[in-house]
């Protein structure tokens, strides 16, 4: 363990810190909670501002839309609130599937994630993989199960679809009074209180009772009177007797037969708490986000080349996860995007780019916001910064004072889309290689060669197929070349880890390639995940890996 000292007022700040992320299949609800979150941090003013950004970033599909696009889903890159005394960093993770190799790398800068599942529709491919990055680092998640207002699923089977399909326990922290048009507000476990939803009141929140259930069903059955906090009659909207038997014998059932949350484990990512609600009516919210200041961790240790460096200590450092060329004319620049790991951020501040040694000034940092852009004085860890790069850094660089670390690399994420690119401007042909190496060296593509051909094709991948559309965009407009692409039917890589002698014997389907990518990594490009599961039969005993973790 690195034993750096540590600095008290860096201490402080970061104890207030918490950094995180939403993940969740698009629709399950994910702006409609930030903005719910940002309206509790007093951020925005109205419902809808998020949305709004929203509805035009999905307005249209040409290329001013991915402008546009890029607008908000790629350039906006963390939201900030206060609440509770502390600083929330909320990472914007683009909600298209086709960004969401930017996605990966951004939960390489989140201390935990917040996972939104539909009650109607459980758990969805997206989220599924982004649920496996967040295992991958180990961080903590939280479960927000979204829409209890409409008629969904049973919440004991989304309980059990959770801990069957991650291996780890969901421990509810609430229990919802009905669902759908029956839906009358949340039980709190741990407080034992009713939170009462209407939905014909503004405020929609109408205090809280006592969880008596037998009075809770005489009210219902109209044979007592129940009055909230304010003294007012309780509104206990579709419920029946019978609907109040059933949700009390479940929340007995989840009593006894539950597990109790162990802030250890949620920490080592065994354990989720889940939390019911209903964002659009901002049903279970308030609930959610106090249940959540209280177990995200503040920023800690990060894993270096010399043992972890504590957060809280004096020397400041951080490591680009994500480098954007901005399309917005006004701001055509490069801006490398930094977590913030240990120390204190000052404007003008000088550090070394650990992998090339170089000393840098940065006078310029930069918190973005859409279109907006604001300059930072100070930061702290937890804090993402953008940085105005001119070529300068790599994903995954450590910026560093003092003694140079280099903090883990980023992961590769298997691509799913692989194309060949050309030139069709021969006079151009030396711009247009200068422009694939650096957007190869920056991280925006991945690039794979044949190992064995000597005519060295260099395939281009990306999780996304619109990760091409930008890339041949930059290629026009930082390189003046124009590009046509060349679709090659691969769908998946799978890395490898073994020597010449036995990478002959391995046994592949003839439509698979070997390749080696851009770091010199073996792996093999597959056509389906038949191809992949039948690879990995033929082959007993080898580890393919669809994300490649080591340097
Ligand atoms: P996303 O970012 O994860 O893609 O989802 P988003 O928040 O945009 O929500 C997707 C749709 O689900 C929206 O409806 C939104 O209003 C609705 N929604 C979100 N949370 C809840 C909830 O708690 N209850 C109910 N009933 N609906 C919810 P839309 O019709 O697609 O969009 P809009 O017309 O409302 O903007």
Known sequence: ????????????????????????????????????????????????????????????????????????????????????????????????????????????????????????????????????????????????????????????????????????????????????????GVVDLESDRIHVFDPNTQARRLGSIETDWQAVRNHVAGDQLLRNDAGEPLVLNGLTPELVDEVHEEVELVRMAGATLEADRFLRGEQTPVYFGSALTDFGVEHFLKGFIDLCPPPGNRLSNIGPVPAGRKDFSGFVFKIQANLDPRHRDRVAFMRISSGKFERDMEVTVARSGKRLRLPRALRIFGQERETVDLAYPGDIIGVVCPGEFRLGDTLCEGDPVHYEPLPQFSPEFFAVLECPDTSRRKQFDRGIEQLVEEGAIQMFHDARSTRREMILAAVGELQFDVVKFRLESEYNTSTNIQWRPYKMARWFNLSEEEKGQLKLPFSSKIVRDQFGHDAVLLQSEWHAQTIQRDNPGIEFHAIRVSP
């Open 1 to 184: 363990m690195n034993t750096a000292k540590l600095d008290s007022h860096v201490e402080q700040e970061r104890k207030r810190r918490r950094t995180f992320a939403i993940i969740s299949h698009p629709d399950a609800g994910k702006t409609t909670l930030t903005e719910k979150l940002l309206l509790f941090g007093g951020s925005i003013e109205i419902a809808g501002a998020v949305r709004g950004r929203k509805s035009q970033r999905t307005a249209t599909s040409d290329w001013m839309d991915l402008e546009k696009q890029r607008g908000i889903s790629v350039s906006s890159t963390v939201l900030t609130f206060e609440y509770d005394d502390c600083q929330i960093n909320l990472l914007d993770t683009p909600g298209h599937h086709d960004f969401s190799e930017d996605t990966y790398r951004t939960l390489m800068a989140a201390d935990a994630a917040v996972m939104v599942i539909d009650l109607a529709k459980g758990i969805e491919a997206q989220t599924e993989k982004l649920f496996r990055v967040c295992a991958l680092r180990k961080i903590p998640v939280l479960t927000f199960v979204n829409k209890v207002d409409r008629p969904g699923r049973d919440r004991l089977e989304i309980l059990e679809e959770i801990e069957r399909k991650f291996s780890i326990e969901a421990v509810p922290q609430n229990w919802p009074l009905g669902s759908g048009r029956d839906f009358s």
